[in-house]
């Protein structure tokens, strides 16, 4: 499909699409060729003293009910200080070209236990960031904290299309949804629940984007870790490897920029293969320790891609379990790998898309200078 028919079916779809106190127009004379938007990653929402929140938590397996209070706690110590400077560094990112803020999933802790609750905890955490942020559309995508706590999927899946529909200016009834900025195509993935045949649908409809943008909370490209499998479509069965296998195809050929959260770490990875390619940016805004708010980078090179799994393998989780062995997995994409930097750094990011270029600038937790550039066209 050319670029008039995307034009054309943006208008139609998308007419009436909200931009602050702007309505942006979809025709060829107006197009929104340079702009950019705010990032932030997991930021896992949650306020002192966890009674405020947690107050009917009641998970029985121990040492999951322990793990779980220890997030509590460290979510409450972050969001007393550094988690509000950094909101506030992230506000100050906000320019005259700047077209909205993406929250790449994990936006609240959940582990509500009470689904009335989990509605309040997202309802507080929305209308806050829009105060802050000078009100600027703000879309968040659908991560496994989001939905995490007795009936939370169903409190989630109840508030949340409805609250992106009002900062959308069109109707969203799915957790999985598209919509563009200029000739620009933003795919948004519920990686805890994707819709395969709409997800097609949605990539077909943006077919002849400039630049097609997937957001997800869960990787496209599986991520270096102790368990890698937690990614879209990261499964074993033979369903989920050829669906994996299947949207890899389909995001590569259209040389499509990933943005995604869940690992808390500040990564770029650029993968060539299946006749294209797919650059993957993962954001973390979880600052929850001093140190993350400086930038260091731990790896900078294809070939480090891979060792923490390694690593990982002679070690037991929580449960006690061992890791298992998915160097086969990681070792799919390494040859493909061009491009891999990884830092366990937090802070917000500035996106700048134009033409020519699509980069990234990260700001380490309040940081007033830029803390690395990251080029991914």
């Not at 209070?69 to 007393?80: C, D, L, P, Q, V």
């Not at 936006?107 to 802050?132: A, T, W, Y």
């Not at 805890?192 to 997937?214: S, Y």
């Amino acid at each position: 499909m050319k670029r008039r028919a995307f034009l054309t079916i943006s208008a139609t779809s998308l007419a009436g699409l909200a931009f602050g106190n702007r309505l942006s127009s979809f025709s060829e004379s107006n197009l929104e060729k340079k702009y950019s938007i705010v990032l932030l990653g997991d930021t896992h929402f949650d306020t002192e003293p966890a009674s405020v929140y947690h107050a009917d938590y009641n998970e029985p397996v121990e040492w999951l009910n322990r793990v779980q209070r220890a997030e509590f706690a460290r979510n409450g110590e972050m969001w007393r200080e550094r988690c509000p400077l950094l909101l506030k560094r992230a506000a100050q990112l906000i320019g005259s070209d700047t077209k909205m803020v993406f929250q790449l999933g994990d936006l609240i802790q959940g582990d509500c236990g009470n689904p009335e609750v989990h509605k309040k905890m997202l309802e507080d955490v929305m209308n806050r960031f829009k105060s802050e942020l000078h009100g600027l559309p703000f879309v968040t995508v659908t991560g496994n904290h989001d939905i995490r706590g007795t009936n939370a999927k169903e409190a989630y899946h109840a508030y949340m299309p409805e609250r992106m529909s009002e900062e959308l200016g069109k109707s969203i009834t799915h957790t999985n949804f598209f919509f563009t900025i200029g000739d620009d195509a933003y795919i948004v993935l519920d990686f805890n629940d994707p819709d395969d045949t709409l997800i097609d649908q949605m990539l077909k409809e943006c077919e002849g984007a400039r630049h097609t943008f997937v957001l997800t909370h869960g990787p496209v490209l599986p991520y270096d870790g102790g368990s890698c499998r937690w990614f879209f479509h990261g499964g074993k069965s033979a369903e989920e490897t050829a669906a994996r296998r299947h949207f890899r195809k389909v995001f590569a050929q259209r040389n499509a920029l990933c943005i995604c959260g869940h690992i808390h770490t500040t990564e770029l990875a650029d993968w060539y293969g299946d006749g294209g390619r797919i650059t993957q940016m993962t954001v973390n805004s979880v600052w929850s320790k001093p140190e993350l708010g400086t930038y260091s980078c731990t790896s900078d090179q294809p070939r480090d891609y891979g060792d923490i799994h390694e690593m990982a393998k002679s070690k037991k989780k929580e449960d006690g379990s061992k890791y298992e062995d998915d160097s086969g997995l990681l070792n799919e994409y390494k040859l493909g790998l061009k491009t891999y930097i990884r830092s366990t750094s937090a802070g917000s990011y500035k996106m700048n898309v134009s033409d020519r270029h699509v980069t990234i600038d990260f700001y380490a937790g309040n940081s007033q200078k830029i803390s690395k550039h990251f080029v991914l066209r």
